[in-house]
């Protein structure tokens, strides 16, 4: 019998964030806001998600600040 099982983190874009201003790079965009779970899938189908978090993540370096 042949079980073809994985895991891993997946990220979800949420659309546009709020407009700040990035503490590495100082510039003032509108930062893109993600979701990111954990997750186990048997066959390529997701079976458990857990530990969700939302952050923003900075358009020009890829800072990323949880909310």
Known sequence: ML????????QRDL???QT?????CHNTTVW???AESKQ????FIPVARWGRRE????GI???????
């Open 55 to 58: 952050f923003e993540v900075c």
């Open 32 to 34: 893109s806001r993600v």
């Open 3 to 10: 079980f073809i099982f994985g895991g891993g983190s997946k």
């Open 15 to 17: 659309g546009p964030g």
């Open 61 to 67: 370096c890829g800072t990323a600040v949880e909310v």
């Open 20 to 24: 700040r201003t990035c503490p590495r």
């Open 40 to 43: 186990v899938s048997l066959f």
